[in-house]
């Protein structure tokens, strides 16, 4: 969203629930909080289903896995697409796609994925996670002045680091749950170190694959962007982690200078004014692998910038029109030689459901060109297919978030970000085009299974390893202790 210059917080501590308490002992101990009691060893699949837990531990044992008989979507146009395939999976990683694949020896468990559709895990390049305790609280909303007035500038200043933890928590097993397997996370509530490690944990504790674009933060323990060094050292020093690290930035020259110095890839929110976009260029700080969110009412100049300095864009489209942010600019994109990424914002008026999302894309786009059909335009661009907006969703994503080496497509060597959706059912039935199918007919009830580097974390329609009602019950103690503090005043029926 905006980027407000003249917040001027006062954080306030006030005495919470000894549960909530809990969470604020230290940054190891939130960690073990989070680790043990939100993801225990012993996966819990439906509970009521004692045939999918079994069928679960069995998995969950075995270093190889088969995925047989599904409709197999890769999303990798040099290998194509298979009406009925397989996907093995060894280790975490997709070693074969193909039709008939054998296995032999008990280190394999087959999967039946007939009247399935596997795809890549989506990805969604701009998630203001932490919001997840403010959904729907501006259901009307538009960004000014509801938004900045009320959430930027009054709701988020009065985050402690529990419901910085809550918010990002919730929010990232809502995603898993809805079929989304990374995220760029763009949480401005660094208010403290603290806040930082909670929002961390958070996302290591949900499973997701996700990008950390360290963000600002208000108040006299704000530590932003020097904390990115301590950060680095302790979060961020394997290569082979889910979490990978970048800076959120703002159109203060500054704030890049620190995304170069930490050697991060810079994330800025852009609409409105491409002037200072512009002087960002001429200054020499932009970097291949930076990410452009919004993008509306940018011109040409400003376009060409993105594309010839390396940059990608992220688009909300239903955000965008609901709050008035402007005309997504998915088609401005395009125009200008660069492939789109798809991202939900927050949750605070919007769904963070990325099969809207692409719906959402495709009606538009289309929409706009057939208009101008009308209109009597020629030589007017293509219209929008299903198989794109797919594409925009997962490995347009990966190359936005820069983790395409890793993920994006079903292609043997990348890690197995893998989504397994329901198509049997009488709203997506009978088979007639599966691309049309996922991106038009689809929605989050279609997600069965979910593996995330190999690891099984939905299954069989419910989440693997979470206490639900614990996790639902900390995140309506944070809603109700940061609104409590802010003073906001909102109605359940209004």
Same mark, same amino acid.
């Given at each position: 969203?905006?980027?407000?210059?003249?917040?001027?917080?006062?954080?306030?501590?006030?005495?919470?629930t000894?549960?909530?308490?809990?969470?604020?002992?230290?940054?190891?101990?939130?960690?073990?909080?989070?680790?043990?009691?939100?993801?225990?060893s012993?996966?819990?699949?439906?509970?009521?289903?004692?045939?999918?837990?079994?069928?679960?531990?069995?998995?969950?044992?075995?270093p190889?896995?088969?995925?047989?008989?599904?409709?197999?979507?890769?999303?990798?146009?040099?290998?194509?697409?298979?009406?009925?395939?397989?996907?093995?999976?060894?280790?975490?990683t997709?070693?074969?796609?193909?039709?008939?694949?054998?296995?032999?020896?008990?280190?394999?468990?087959?999967?039946?994925?007939?009247?399935?559709?596997?795809?890549?895990?989506?990805?969604d390049?701009?998630?203001?996670?932490?919001?997840?305790?403010?959904?729907?609280?501006?259901?009307?909303?538009?960004?000014?002045?509801?938004?900045?007035?009320?959430?930027?500038?009054?709701?988020?200043?009065?985050?402690?680091?529990?419901?910085?933890?809550?918010?990002?928590?919730?929010?990232?097993?809502?995603?898993?749950?809805?079929?989304?397997?990374?995220?760029?996370?763009?949480?401005?509530?660094?208010?403290?170190? !603290?806040?930082?490690?909670?929002?961390?944990?958070?996302?290591?504790?949900?499973?997701?694959?996700?990008?950390?674009?360290?963000?600002?933060?208000?108040?006299?323990?704000?530590?932003?962007?020097?904390?990115?060094?301590?950060?680095?050292?302790?979060?961020?020093?394997?290569?082979?982690?889910?979490?990978?690290?970048?800076?959120?930035?703002?159109?203060?020259?500054?704030?890049?200078?620190?995304?170069?110095?930490?050697?991060?890839?810079?994330?800025?929110?852009?609409?409105?004014?491409?002037?200072?976009?512009?002087?960002?260029?001429?200054?020499?700080?932009?970097?291949?692998?930076?990410?452009?969110?919004?993008?509306?009412?940018?011109?040409? !100049?400003?376009?060409?910038?993105?594309?010839?300095?390396?940059?990608?864009?992220?688009?909300?489209?239903?955000?965008?029109?609901?709050?008035?942010?402007?005309?997504?600019?998915i088609?401005?994109?395009?125009?200008?030689?660069?492939?789109?990424?798809?991202?939900?914002?927050?949750?605070a008026?919007?769904?963070?459901?990325?099969?809207?999302?692409?719906?959402?894309?495709?009606?538009?786009?289309r929409?706009?060109?057939?208009?101008?059909?009308?209109?009597?335009?020629?030589?007017?661009?293509?219209?929008?297919?299903?198989?794109?907006?797919?594409?925009?969703?997962?490995?347009?994503?990966?190359?936005?978030?820069?983790?395409?080496?890793?993920?994006?497509?079903l292609?043997?060597?990348?890690?197995?970000?893998?989504?397994?959706?329901?198509?049997?059912?009488?709203?997506?039935?009978?088979?007639?085009?599966a691309?049309?199918?996922?991106?038009?007919?689809?929605?989050?009830?279609?997600? !069965?299974?979910?593996?995330?580097?190999?690891?099984?974390?939905?299954?069989?329609?419910?989440?693997?390893?979470?206490?639900?009602?614990?996790?639902?019950?900390?995140?309506?103690?944070?809603?109700?202790?940061?609104?409590?503090?802010?003073?906001?005043?909102?109605?359940?029926?209004?």
């Amino acid at each position: 969203m905006s980027d407000p210059r003249d917040m001027q917080p006062k954080i306030s501590a006030t005495n919470e629930t000894s549960s909530r308490r809990e969470f604020l002992k230290s940054s190891a101990g939130l960690a073990a909080v989070g680790g043990a009691t939100m993801l225990p060893s012993g996966a819990q699949a439906q509970a009521g289903d004692p045939n999918a837990n079994a069928e679960l531990r069995d998995i969950q044992g075995r270093p190889r896995i088969l995925l047989k008989g599904g409709i197999v979507l890769t999303l990798d146009r040099g290998m194509g697409d298979f009406a009925q395939g397989d996907v093995l999976i060894e280790d975490g990683t997709i070693r074969e796609v193909r039709p008939n694949i054998a296995v032999s020896g008990n280190d394999a468990a087959v999967i039946d994925c007939g009247n399935r559709i596997l795809i890549p895990g989506f990805i969604d390049t701009h998630s203001h996670s932490y919001q997840g305790l403010l959904r729907s609280i501006l259901p009307n909303g538009v960004v000014d002045p509801d938004y900045n007035r009320d959430i930027q500038n009054n709701l988020t200043l009065h985050y402690e680091p529990a419901d910085a933890y809550a918010g990002v928590l919730v929010t990232a097993l809502a995603m898993i749950d809805m079929g989304t397997t990374a995220i760029v996370d763009i949480s401005q509530v660094a208010h403290s170190p !603290e806040h930082s490690d909670a929002n961390i944990h958070a996302l290591q504790d949900s499973g997701i694959r996700a990008v950390f674009a360290y963000s600002r933060g208000a108040g006299p323990a704000n530590r932003y962007p020097e904390d990115i060094a301590r950060l680095q050292r302790t979060y961020f020093n394997a290569r082979d982690q889910l979490l990978t690290p970048a800076m959120a930035v703002s159109i203060d020259p500054k704030t890049f200078q620190a995304a170069r110095a930490a050697g991060l890839r810079a994330v800025l929110h852009i609409r409105l004014n491409p002037e200072p976009l512009l002087a960002l260029g001429r200054a020499g700080l932009l970097r291949p692998g930076d990410e452009f969110i919004h993008c509306a009412h940018l011109n040409d !100049e400003a376009w060409r910038l993105i594309k010839d300095s390396g940059g990608r864009t992220s688009h909300s489209p239903p955000l965008e029109m609901a709050m008035g942010h402007g005309m997504p600019a998915i088609q401005d994109a395009l125009d200008h030689g660069m492939r789109p990424s798809l991202s939900s914002d927050h949750s605070a008026t919007v769904a963070q459901d990325m099969f809207g999302i692409m719906r959402a894309a495709f009606d538009l786009q289309r929409l706009s060109i057939l208009q101008r059909v009308r209109r009597g335009e020629q030589n007017l661009p293509p219209l929008l297919t299903a198989r794109e907006v797919l594409e925009f969703a997962t490995i347009e994503g990966a190359r936005c978030a820069d983790i395409d080496a890793r993920v994006g497509t079903l292609t043997p060597g990348k890690e197995a970000d893998i989504v397994v959706l329901r198509a049997d059912r009488p709203d997506v039935w009978p088979h007639n085009n599966a691309y049309g199918t996922v991106a038009n007919l689809m929605n989050p009830s279609h997600v !069965e299974t979910v593996f995330i580097a190999g690891k099984v974390k939905k299954w069989r329609g419910s989440l693997v390893g979470v206490d639900m009602v614990r996790v639902l019950r900390l995140v309506a103690e944070s809603r109700d202790a940061v609104v409590r503090r802010s003073g906001f005043r909102s109605s359940l029926l209004g």
